[in-house]
């Protein structure tokens, strides 16, 4: 079982960033890829990034390729989620997600077997 706590939400102007983290326990983070999902108002869970277990694979919506950058500290057992030039559209809940043992990087939610609670991140114009 994995647990996973996110961290770093809040109100920033458009075109400003912020870096949400995620701290994993309760199982060896290095064992997992990782994701970003991410929920607007109104909207559906999305898919924002993912990562490899290594680190060495990462994988981008497009609606935020350039803009964010997903990286992880293994040793840390933490993932992060550096966002810059943020938008109005970018609001949302963000939520980080282990993915099933054997799964690599992945833009599907099913294949996520670990969801944090999420943070929330609001983008004022």
């Known amino acids: 079982q994995v647990h996973l706590v996110e961290s770093g939400g809040g109100l920033v102007q458009a075109g400003g960033s912020r870096r949400l983290s995620c701290a994993a326990s309760?199982?060896?983070?290095?064992?997992?890829?990782m994701g970003w999902f991410r929920q607007p108002p109104g909207k559906e869970r999305e898919f924002v990034a993912a990562?490899?277990?290594?680190?060495?694979?990462?994988y981008y919506a497009d609606s935020v390729k350039g803009r964010f950058s997903v990286s992880r500290d293994n040793t840390r057992n933490t993932l992060y989620l550096q966002m810059s030039s943020l938008k109005p559209e970018d609001t949302a809940v963000y939520y980080c997600?282990?993915?099933?043992?054997?799964?690599?990087?992945?833009?599907?939610?099913?294949?996520?077997?670990?969801w944090g609670q999420g943070t929330q991140v609001t983008v004022s114009s």
């Open positions: 997600a282990a993915a099933r043992i054997g799964t690599g990087v992945s833009d599907i939610g099913s294949r996520y077997a670990y």
């Open positions: 309760g199982g060896t983070f290095s064992r997992y890829a």
């Open positions: 990562i490899s277990w290594r680190g060495s694979s990462t």
